[in-house]
């Protein structure tokens, strides 16, 4: 089957047009950079794939995630372009449009936002750009999926069109071209004209390629050749500047015929609500204030309220139906205890905060996608430039609220290594979804008074202590390069349902996933730890495997205020799924229900060593799954170890500090 | 003159982005952000932090020591 890559600058709308055109579901946002990884589906009639890959101004990767497009134009086959461009603009989006043009490749530009544009007072000649380009140009909606079925029959037409598209860049650097061309080895799929132009322009990546290749001796020398020249006719000039300079000449006078503007562009109602959202005092606390409304939703307005019922169901109802059921089957003591007390206890102990999960991740989608994200991002710019991170560090930050594993993976939008690299270390600190059912279980119990405000307190904590090693570390470990920061603001948008729903469904979904797999597994393995020890089956708990494993950690959690072996066996299970921690708490407790547990608790943890439990839970060790991807995207063991390591510290620290701290000050 | 000499919701033409970090200028030339532009600052973050400015109909947000690298008339 032939390969067609989606390619266009950043935020235009490829995942919502790839969306459509596959029929598949791939996360979408209103900011730059929620795509870091390509992604394969297969076009709705089935006669191509389609790769979608992440957002890039120009084929110079500045970024890793970047790099991934330019990587794929290089080293895999396809057959054909998607350029998808944004119509409000135009000027900007050519300059990739003429790049991917260069390459060859047969193109099809789908034209999207031309509603936009048109707000904006454009009316654009679609017929017009075609014929300067000489490849179709398909009008589409790809938030609606107007136009895609034009799309896909011009994409899957069998003539396609022959590129015939060149742009002249003057003697000197077409000499070079020429030079450059007789060079380069026998072609494999990528024109040689387009490989020399990326090697005049100074692409790395293509650079790269060619060294393995070919020598680059001559090919340098001539570039340097070309860049003399140039600097005698104008001092301050360079090839790239000068091939910029020519494609921006060529796209102003594509422009000049295609677009004309029909009346000024009106203030828009993006401009209103940054004149409020981005106003120099207002800006943090109205950040603040939406933080605080979240939390506030998720844990006593509405939250706890649903949270409450679905327990009463699962402990009511569903228990007794189960019981029933397996009494009339004939079930075995042994398979009854299993399924209510090992399954049952702690599978439903995770799925009750389902809809606390949902909440907060309907907040996170809805940041995601009305475009405030990148406007946090410079909210928080000044903050963390002091503790030598950028604003752009914040994006991942917020995303690992609902996640850790793609909030790592969105670190990738960073164009700095190192702070890249901090982004990603300090990223199991953000409390994630995952870690939510361990304190709304703990704050029913020991501060129902106070929920939000004490879960709120444990999100600060995190996000303070993060910041507070991104300072240790960015002047200590990782000296920092010199940081850059530069963001593109999107114009608002208002999230509609569908999205706002599906991408709060891909997400929570994972949550639903991971009960049905790790948390089922667990409970299954904690319970059977439990049931069995060195005496036989069914023992008493305390003389259980379990109770042996953990009482091993119990006198060094001691100093923490939790040193019992019930604690240090959900520490332990936790690192599967920080949800496991209440799974486990739900077996060893043998509680049929939240309510009881929270009575149950009582006995073992006081308020003071409940929030120190909960401060450590936040902290320590990241679970297995954002170990992976530490693994995986430092690409070093170091690091992922490293990561581990310090957590564990920075958790045993704060831990301590927190207990004994607070017995000095009287609490209890 | 450079670009935080402007007060907020001025506009001028850029005429010099020779001073900048390599980087980062080539980023805010693949933004659309080349001398010649017009550019105009919508606002600025307290404590020194990054300003924003509108070029050709889009919103870019950079650090103010960054912007103060930028030449403009």
Redesign the interface.
């Known amino acids: 089957m032939s390969q067609i890559a989606l390619f266009g600058n950043p935020n235009t709308g490829k995942t919502s047009l790839f969306n459509n055109l596959t029929g598949s579901y791939e996360y979408v946002g209103n900011w730059s950079g929620v795509t870091v990884e390509k992604k394969v589906g297969i076009l709705r009639n089935q006669k191509a794939r389609v790769v979608d890959l992440p957002g890039i101004?120009?084929l110079?990767p500045?970024s890793r995630d970047e790099g991934v497009a330019t990587d794929f134009l290089l080293t895999e086959p396809f057959s054909a372009i998607l350029n998808i461009v944004d119509a409000?603009?135009l000027?900007?989006n050519l300059?990739l449009t003429i790049q991917l043009l260069e390459f060859g490749k047969p193109l099809v530009i789908a034209l999207n936002m031309i509603d936009v544009a048109e707000r904006?007072g454009m009316k654009i000649d679609i017929n017009k750009i075609s014929e300067c380009f000489h490849v179709p140009v398909i009008p589409v909606v790809a938030r609606s999926g107007k136009g895609v079925e034009e799309l896909v029959d011009v994409m899957t037409a069998p003539q396609q069109y022959e590129q015939r598209f060149t742009l002249s860049y003057g003697e000197a650097i077409e000499a070079a071209i020429e030079k450059i061309v007789c060079c380069l080895p026998e072609p494999n799929g990528i024109s040689k004209r387009w490989l020399a132009l990326q090697f005049l322009e100074g692409n790395e990546r293509v650079c790269e390629y060619l060294q393995g290749q070919i020598d680059m001796k001559p090919l340098v020398s001539i570039r340097e050749m070309v860049e003399e020249n140039i600097r005698l006719i104008q001092p301050?000039g360079s090839i790239r500047q000068s091939i910029?300079h020519i494609r921006?000449m060529f796209i102003a006078d594509v422009l000049k015929q295609t677009i004309t503007i029909a009346r000024e562009?009106a203030y828009t109602w993006?401009e209103k609500i940054?004149?409020i959202v981005?106003?120099?005092?207002l800006?943090i606390p109205i950040f603040l204030l939406f933080m605080y409304i979240m939390f506030m939703l998720t844990f006593d307005w509405l939250g706890s309220p649903l949270a409450d019922l679905l327990d009463q169901f699962f402990s009511g109802p569903l228990t007794n139906m189960l019981s029933r059921l397996l009494s009339a089957l004939g079930a075995s003591v042994f398979l009854k205890e299993l399924i209510l007390n090992g399954i049952v206890a702690g599978v439903g102990g995770v799925l009750v905060f389902v809809p606390q999960i949902f909440i907060l991740f309907l907040f996170i989608s809805f940041l995601e996608d009305s475009g405030y994200m990148?406007r946090v991002?410079?909210?928080m710019?000044?903050l963390m430039?002091s503790i030598g991170l950028n604003?752009k560090a914040f994006i991942p930050m917020i995303i690992g609220f609902g996640c850790n594993v793609p909030g790592v993976m969105a670190a990738r939008t960073i164009?700095q290594p190192r702070e890249r690299l901090l982004t990603i270390l300090l990223l199991p600190l953000m409390s994630c979804s995952a870690r939510l059912p361990v304190y709304a279980l703990f704050v029913g119990a020991f501060f129902k008074s106070h929920q939000a405000l004490v879960v709120f307190s444990l999100y600060i904590l995190g996000i303070v202590v993060a910041l507070l090693l991104a300072k240790l570390f960015s002047t200590t470990l990782l000296k920092n390069e010199?940081s850059?920061?530069?963001?593109?603001?999107p114009p608002y948008r208002m999230p509609q349902l569908l999205t706002l729903w599906r991408s709060t469904w891909d997400k929570g979904k994972g949550f639903v996933r991971k009960a049905g797999t790790f948390i089922f597994g667990g409970s299954v393995a904690i319970w059977l730890l439990s049931y069995v020890g060195p005496g036989g089956l069914n023992v008493s708990m305390d003389d259980s495997f379990l109770a042996a494993i953990g009482g091993v950690l119990a006198p060094i959690l001691a100093p923490l205020g939790f040193g019992t072996w019930q604690a240090g066996a959900s520490l332990i299970t936790g690192f599967l799924a920080k949800e496991v921690v209440v799974s486990t708490m739900n077996i060893i407790y043998h509680a049929k229900d939240a309510d009881t547990l929270q009575g149950l608790m009582a006995h073992y943890f006081t308020p003071l060593s409940a929030f120190s439990f909960m401060a450590f839970v936040l902290l320590y060790v990241p679970c297995l799954a954002t170990v992976a991807t530490i693994r995986k995207e430092t690409a070093s063991n170091k690091w992922m170890f490293f990561s581990i390591g310090y957590a564990l510290c920075i958790a045993y620290i704060i831990a301590f500090s927190i207990y004994e701290g607070g017995k000095l000050l009287g609490f209890s | 003159m450079v670009l935080t000499d402007l007060q907020p919701g001025k506009k001028a033409i850029i005429t010099n982005l020779?001073l900048m970090?390599e980087?980062?200028k080539?980023?805010?030339?693949?933004?659309?952000v080349?001398e010649g532009e017009e550019v105009c600052l919508?606002?600025?973050?307290?404590?020194?932090?990054?300003v924003?400015v509108e070029v050709?109909?889009?919103?870019?947000?950079?650090?103010r020591k960054?912007a103060a690298c930028i030449g403009v008339e």
């Not at chain 1, 850059?484 to 603001?489: A, D, H, K, M, S």
């Open positions: 101004y120009s110079h500045l409000s603009q000027k900007r300059h904006h301050t910029h921006e562009k993006t940054d004149a981005t106003n120099k005092y800006g990148a991002a410079m909210v710019d000044r430039e604003g164009e010199h850059v920061f530069v963001i593109e603001l | 020779s970090n980087k980062l080539q980023r805010l030339i693949d933004m659309g080349h919508k606002c600025t973050m307290p404590f020194g932090g990054p924003m050709s109909g889009q919103c870019i947000c950079l650090r960054e």
